[in-house]
């Protein structure tokens, strides 16, 4: 497997872990929507899950658009990638 494909796919699995997180946070907002007592803890809810999801978003779209220069990266940047996503 070249180094190309070796941090792509890091970064895809990263991408797809995120996912993941997202729909787990937002089953976590359904289960605890369904249990608040009243409004204000619905809106609690909502705000806290809301920034949780977006937090992840980003974090999405930053290695989205890493996996988009993969292609186009140095052997250096691919390694520092490698690194970054795979922690090897």
Known sequence: ???????????????DE???Q???EQ???DRKMAA????????????????NIEDLQSQMDDA??????VKDASE?????LKKAFTGS
Do not use: F, G
């Not at 792509?8 to 990263?14: D, M, V």
């Not at 608040?36 to 920034?51: R, T």
């Open 64 to 69: 989205k658009k890493q996996l988009s220069e």
């Open 36 to 51: 608040a007592e009243n409004e204000k803890a619905k809106a609690d809810i909502q705000s806290d899950i809301k920034k």
């Open 1 to 15: 497997m070249s180094l190309v494909d070796s941090v792509s796919n890091a970064i895809q699995t990263k991408i």
């Open 22 to 24: 997202v729909e787990a």
């Open 27 to 29: 089953k976590e907002a």
């Open 18 to 20: 995120l996912d993941k």
């Open 76 to 80: 250096e940047r691919l390694e520092n």
